[in-house]
């Protein structure tokens, strides 16, 4: 099967714009997911360190379709940061789709982390997020997908009496009113470090499923930032020191950038944390929807603290940050 697919990409190559001559390999690699299980073709040209070509395999096929429409929306968009798509289509019994490596690693964890690193990546994000703003429309039913069911969703999944009341404040501060205030900015959707790859000062995202999926500013943003945090421990008490401290500094450069409203974000981040705990749910990740709950459910306990992490502010509510050209 594997000699198959290779032929594939030879008789291909020169249409797809990538060597056409030259010795190939493969890299296999398995991708998990709760609810399907694809493989993913990392293919080596020559002595390359990267892959020249990446061919993502499942059985169903609407899961790569709706990938390989996404990724070309996103490319449109933002080429410099977002794998070219190449084909999408059956060969024998598998679906497959094809693309352009990216240089690039996984970022690492870091003991320590280097403020030009977080800037460079929330700059890249800042910059990737505004080449959406202005090539979409408003989605369907938008008050309804981003507020009133992920908080419906999360108010009834467990028992949390703190739970219930923030969803509830939320549903108030977010009104139709102040979303129709938001700028529409379709989101990456499951942003966190494996698929953000750095090479020197060159960022590429890939994993591209979840895109557009949600419209909410912020979001990718504010998911990235938890996922570096939740990695030294889940309560803010356990958090890398060293990136607690920058938080503010890069929320900062991102509402510069993208123009939102400072006092939004105290409401976007409650949201940004129920609509990740609706996506999981409803993509039957029960496992890391339950923890995404306990998570909400510190932030509705301690909100002051978590308040003070993101948004710079002290234990009294005044802000320390503010917005400005950084």
Known sequence: MITKWKSFLQQNATAWKVSAA?????????NYHPHYTGLSLFWFHNDDRFPRVVTKICRQPELLSREFTNLSQAYSCAPGLVPRPLHVGLEGDFWLLWMEGVPGIPLAPQRRWKAPTLCSLVSMLSSLHNA????????DCRYQRTVTAPLDSLAQFGASLAIRELCGRVARQASPGWLDSQPVIPQHGDLFRSNVLISGDQWHVVDWESFGMLDLPGYDLITILCSLLFESGPLPEQWNPSLVRQIPALMKTYVWYLGIAPPDISILLPLAL???FHLQWCDGRKAFATRMYLFTQHYAENSIQWHSIFLGQDLSGSTNVEVGAP
């Open 274 to 276: 129920a609509n990740w």
């Open 132 to 139: 959406f703003r202005h090539q979409v429309t408003v989605r």
């Open 22 to 30: 030259g010795k190939w390999q493969v890299l296999v690699h398995n």
